[in-house]
């Protein structure tokens, strides 16, 4: 059974960065992008990023400059870093799995809520 | 302001039919396969169709999706209490170079 698990800090102080792994189970890495996906309070999905099991990323051109994405197979793990976050920035943030862009996004953890405040 | 337009808000009554449309562009629907998920308050979003029409192992065939141009349609009939949620649209877009979603639509079963 795929399980993907979310964990980090649930406050982070303006102008810091955010961290976040994902640890996943039941699955290989291979052939799969990983993805982050936020959800800010009252409003909608924001895709963050992903990174294929290649190594290759890709990240919302909005974010671009902030986010880095990292794949640990060793781990079973995959990690979001966020610099220079505001409170704008507080969100749930969910990991995700996918096997291409028409087969969507099949396996998501069960997210985690990220606070930004002084 | 999100990239795929969907209403706010729909209803119906237990047993009804209810679409929800999904409206985008040339560089997203109209070319890229569109995905939808539902998603409950305090749970995972959870894939409910996948590449326009297609049903992943387990959901009901009372969901269905249909694509035309750059718009897209969710349809939920024999509507169910437990069908009351929030449902999103996705689509890859070329000319962002990424994924992204509608604003999405809380369905309410009066």
């Keep these: 059974q795929v399980h993907l698990q979310e964990s980090g800090p649930g406050l982070v102080k303006p102008s810091e960065t955010l961290s976040l792994t994902c640890t996943v189970s039941g699955t290989s890495f291979t052939n799969y992008y990983w993805s982050w996906i936020r959800q800010p309070p009252e409003k909608g999905l924001e895709w963050i990023g992903y990174i294929h099991y290649s190594g290759n990323t890709n990240y919302n051109p909005s974010l671009k400059s902030r986010v880095t994405i990292s794949l640990d197979t060793s781990k079973n793990q995959f990690s979001l870093k966020m610099t220079s976050v505001t409170v704008a920035d507080t969100a749930v943030y969910y990991c995700a799995r996918e096997y291409s862009s028409s087969s969507g996004l099949d396996y998501w953890g069960q997210g985690t809520l990220v606070t930004v405040s002084s | 302001q999100s990239v795929l337009t969907q209403p706010p808000s729909a209803s ?5 039919r209810v679409t929800i449309s999904c409206s985008g562009s040339s560089s997203n629907i109209g070319r890229n396969a569109v995905n939808w998920y539902q998603h409950l308050p305090g749970t995972a979003p959870k894939l409910l169709i996948y590449d326009n029409h297609q049903r992943p192992s387990g959901v009901p065939d009372r969901f269905s999706g249909s694509k035309s141009g750059t718009s897209a349609s969710l349809a939920i009939s024999g509507l169910q209490s437990e069908d009351e ?6 689509a890859w877009d070329g ?3 990424g994924q992204v979603f509608g604003g999405g639509t809380k369905l309410t079963v009066l």
């Design chain 2, 95 to 97: 000319s962002l170079n």
């Design chain 2, 12 to 16: 119906g009554t237990p047993g009804q």
């Design chain 2, 85 to 90: 949620a929030v449902y999103y649209c996705e």
